[in-house]
């Protein structure tokens, strides 16, 4: 597969993977452009990889890991906790509620969900992704599965009723 091929064909879905990690559009296409300068530095202009897509999943991945370890982070956190941030709501349909509310899941979880229903990845392919056992990821997709079944629950988002 030649670079340019690769570029185009999995800039948005890498994009978009990104996002969900990190919660910044400017800091996701900042990672997603530094996975493919590593790509291209490292093959050039043919990549002879087996599974190109499931490769720039995992360098994605590993870069938004990296971006949480790293100091400009931490920083916006710090300074996110001392300033007001309000957001600006419009319609929503119950869809992007939901993704609103992976969004806000610790990351341990909201990396298992993105992996698994939106990355549409097994449990051994996350597991290899994410470099932890097959037992941790299905326990945290099922951590993560009653953490948004409680806040959809309690916001009253989806059709059932709670019982007593």
Not at 61 to 69: A, E, S
Request: net charge negative; with cysteine.
């Amino acid at each position: 597969m030649r670079f340019v091929d690769a570029v185009e064909q999995y800039t948005t879905y890498l994009l978009k993977m990104s996002y969900l990690y990190v919660k910044d559009r400017q800091i996701a296409e900042d990672i997603v452009q530094e996975v493919f300068v590593k790509i291209y530095q490292k093959y050039g202009e043919e990549l002879h990889l087996e599974n190109p897509k499931g490769y720039l999943v995992q360098m994605t991945v590993n870069r938004c890991r990296d971006y949480f370890r790293s100091w400009h982070y931490r920083k916006v956190q710090v300074i996110d906790l001392f300033t007001t941030n309000e957001k600006a709501h419009s319609a929503t349909t119950e869809s992007s509620d939901v993704l609103e509310h992976v969004v806000n899941l610790p990351l341990k979880y909201r990396e298992v969900v993105i992996l698994h229903y939106f990355d549409e990845q097994g449990t051994a392919e996350i597991s290899t992704i994410l470099n932890i056992p097959i037992g941790t990821v299905k326990t945290r997709l099922q951590k993560a599965r009653q953490l948004l079944k409680g806040i959809l629950l309690e916001e009253g988002e989806t059709g059932y009723e709670r019982q007593a």
